[in-house]
């Protein structure tokens, strides 16, 4: 218990939070330096439903990287066939894991570089450095945004719909799927989303739907008479299937079983990544930038949670999709997950009903359950009721500091010092939205010791009146007090931004 102390102080040391206050900090990112208070707080959050601009210039600008996942694959497959050919296979097993982990972050691994021919390190580098830049580009997004509720949309759903950097190609696609396939649906139908954000090739490469076959799929069929004997069904993966069901739409408790999971399983055959195998000569590009490979798929019909899908192709799975998006246990689900991140861990039930009875009704209009959100009165609560996430304190703390000139190594850096950085969840649930998951005792001491880093690099003037416009009517005795009795207005920023108010929303 005594472990806990440091978050237990901040959270014993409360105040009040006003309106205009609860709108820039619990639904947003905070105040920008710079930027005044809203004077009609909820008017000013319901207009950036229709201010949001879901592809900026920073964004709008990427680099295309289309293509180069399926590139680095190939390159990998070929280097493991020159292994396997060479007689040394704990080379190619040990060191490509070394290899990718490199590419996720702080960790060079020179020696597992080095063992690499040179086209599959260049792949290597050249993945990592496309991660890098597009994390970058997500978080100077958030910070320079008018529209900071939406951009707190947008990384709720990108965590909802995790994907990681742990599997080959993933590095190339990870930013993609944030910029569009989440970004352009985020005041859309839910349905829409689920459809892009698990149909894309991100997806499908994290959690190994690229490569699955239905048993009974012509290409099976194929393979098992030029093998001139009875093969046994193989190649089907049921790890995209079961995460849909399981954490994206119903829950882990939505009703459904082991069967339903293996049939839906068997309607996502097929769908894969472009430019993939020599089976990727028969791929159809698809809306999502993924592929849908027909030889791949299983044939027939499909029967889940009673409910029976004809035969289709790739138009069978949308179809299924579309059906879970729309089922009851998931607007429960979903309800659930909206109204904890923002109204507290434990948010109250009728919240939750008024989600999930606007979510029923409007079919998974995500703009109206945000309008229902912003308009309820339990997200008003005055105190505050949430521990800041690291990812939203590190970019509240930049929009208060002023700082917008750190390099993508520095940001990825950040980020991984404060202990989570996106698309490096541990598991396809994304990071817990419970703030016990990260409010660790050491919380407070990383964070003092970034915020006096950022500090250094950052104008230093007039802390005092931006803590005052970023916390309006919000900034407590002690707070002020401290802010005034700093010694520097270096020290004074690096104050503000590990004070209470700057840790809850």
Do not use: C
């Not at 089907?236 to 849909?244: G, K, S, V």
């Not at 459904?256 to 055959?269: G, I, K, P, S």
């Not at 309800?335 to 008024?354: C, M, N, Q, S, Y």
């Not at 010791?449 to 230093?460: C, D, F, I, K, T």
């Amino acid at each position: 218990m005594r472990a806990n102390r440091p978050v237990r102080e901040f959270e014993e040391r409360r105040t009040p939070m006003s309106p205009a206050s609860i709108a820039l900090n619990r639904f947003g990112y905070g105040l920008a330096r710079g930027g005044s208070a809203p004077r009609d707080p909820k008017t000013w959050l319901l207009l950036q439903i229709e201010a949001f601009d879901p592809a900026p210039p920073a964004i709008a600008a990427r680099a295309e990287t289309r293509g180069r996942s399926a590139e680095m694959l190939e390159t990998l497959r070929s280097f493991r066939d020159r292994v396997r050919e060479m007689g040394e296979p704990a080379m190619a097993e040990g060191a490509m894991p070394g290899a990718m982990a490199e590419t996720g972050g702080d960790n060079p691994r020179a020696a597992a570089l080095a063992g690499l021919p040179p086209e599959y390190r260049a792949k290597v580098l050249e993945a990592r450095r496309v991660a890098i830049d597009d994390l970058a580009t997500s978080v100077n997004v958030a910070v320079a945004s008018e529209t900071p509720l939406i951009e707190r949309l947008v990384h709720f759903w990108s965590n909802h719909f995790s994907v990681s950097l742990g599997k080959p190609g993933t590095q190339f696609e990870v930013g993609p799927h944030q910029f569009t396939a989440i970004r352009p649906h985020v005041l859309g139908k839910f349905s829409d989303l689920l459809k892009a954000a698990v149909l894309h090739p991100a997806m499908l490469l994290y959690l190994d739907q690229f490569q699955s076959i239905g048993p009974e799929a012509p290409i099976q069929r194929l393979r098992a008479r030029r093998a001139n004997a009875q093969q046994r069904p193989r190649g089907l993966n049921e790890n995209l299937a079961r995460e849909i069901m399981e954490l994206h739409t119903f829950g882990v408790h939505g009703g459904y079983a082991q069967a339903d999971v293996t049939e839906f399983a068997r309607a996502l055959t097929g769908w894969t990544v472009p430019g993939i195998g020599r089976i990727g000569r028969f791929a159809v590009d698809q809306p999502s930038g993924a592929a849908f490979v027909a030889p791949a798929h299983e044939p027939g019909d499909r029967t889940i949670m009673g409910k029976r899908y004809a035969e289709g192709g790739a138009e069978q799975a949308i179809g299924i999709l579309d059906e879970l998006a729309a089922h009851p246990a998931t607007a429960r689900f979903i309800a659930i997950k909206f109204a904890r991140h923002f109204a507290g861990d434990t948010p109250p039930e009728t919240l939750v009903a008024r989600l999930e009875a606007d979510f029923r009704r409007t079919g998974g209009d995500l703009a109206s359950l945000t309008t229902t959100l912003v308009n309820s009165p339990e997200a008003w609560a005055p105190g505050p009721v949430k521990f800041r996430s690291p990812f939203e304190w590190f970019i509240a703390a930049l929009r208060l500091s002023g700082v917008n000139s750190l390099s993508p190594q520095r940001i990825a850096a950040a980020l991984n010092e404060l202990g989570q950085a996106p698309w490096r969840a541990p598991s396809p649930a994304g990071y817990d939205d419970l703030a016990a998951s990260w409010a660790a005792p050491d919380v407070i001491w990383r964070r003092a010791e970034l915020a006096e880093r950022m500090a250094q690099g950052a104008p230093s003037d007039d802390v005092l009146a931006r803590a005052t416009a970023a916390f309006p009517d919000a900034l407590s005795d002690t707070t002020r007090t401290m802010l005034t009795r700093a010694e520097s207005g270096r020290q004074a920023l690096a104050l503000l931004l590990v004070a209470p108010e700057m840790m809850r929303r």
